[in-house]
């Protein structure tokens, strides 16, 4: 994946920030950077912004922190807006908010604070995961039966649905295709979620997964469904999957091994009756 850095330097607001009395009500100007890090691939591809993250968009969102709720602390505003840029779907940020006019009686050039933050899906920690697996070829039962097994080698605490056989999906016109055998597996990993979607297309290209087509037949599918603590719509990883409340091969497995799950806060019992 090409990931590239676009910089946003000198971007000044007035806004009412600090400790003192006066600072709540009188505005004074902040100055800041951004230095942002995103998947370009499809970008670059496509000449289409909406492929990238728009400095545009960027740029009014850090105006809005500068002139909207006061904080006392430019770290605090620092750290607000950093997790603002990574809610674009940033990797990672860097954020440096001056305060030119800073309070103080020497005589000084900047006063400033420089803030890193990195997305969810590069930092490492124990979580849960929810892995929908699926195939419709070449012996579709024994490519999910053998990736579960493989599966062992980076989750813990595994839990695995029965194997169900499902219709496929098709876009409109799209040639027939054969069932689907799929299964649901819920385990815990402590390796960065983006390096556990690496992991599982590994996994998937020893099955010989080629994708030729969207919604294509395919040897092996393995999906990352939900991610304990994580969200994310970074190009690469979109997490929760943006269809998964759609399917219901995924959603009945999933049911038939944790009945009282949640996918971004919807009963799976809710979503099933209207899945595909």
Known sequence: ?????????????????????????????????????????????????????????????????????????????????????????????????????????????????????????LSGGRRKYVIALGSNLDNPRQHV????????????????????????????????????VNAVLIGYSAAAPIAVLHALQEIEWKHGRERLEHWGARTLDLDIIAIEGVTSSDVELTVPHPRAALRRFVLEPWLSIEPDAELSGVALTQLVGSAQ
Do not use: W
């Open 145 to 180: 039966s053998e990736a579960i097994e493989q599966l062992s080698e980076l989750f813990s605490e595994m839990t695995v649905s029965d194997l169900f056989t499902t219709a496929p999906v098709l876009h409109p016109g799209q040639a027939e295709q054969p069932d689907y």
């Open 1 to 121: 994946m090409r990931v590239d850095t676009i910089h946003l330097r000198g971007l000044s607001a007035y806004g009412t920030h600090g400790v003192l009395d006066f600072e709540h009500r009188e505005p004074q100007e902040f100055v800041v950077d951004v230095s942002y890090s995103v998947v370009t691939e499809r970008a670059v591809v496509t000449d289409d912004i909406s492929h990238t993250i728009s400095y545009a968009d960027i740029a009014a969102a850090v105006v809005q922190r500068i002139t909207g709720e006061h904080v006392d602390l430019i770290e605090t505003l620092a750290d607000r807006i950093a997790n603002d840029v990574l809610e674009f779907g940033a990797r990672e940020v860097d954020v440096t908010v001056h305060k030119p006019q800073a309070p103080i009686e020497q005589t000084f050039a900047d006063v400033c604070v420089q803030a890193h933050r990195q997305a969810a899906i």
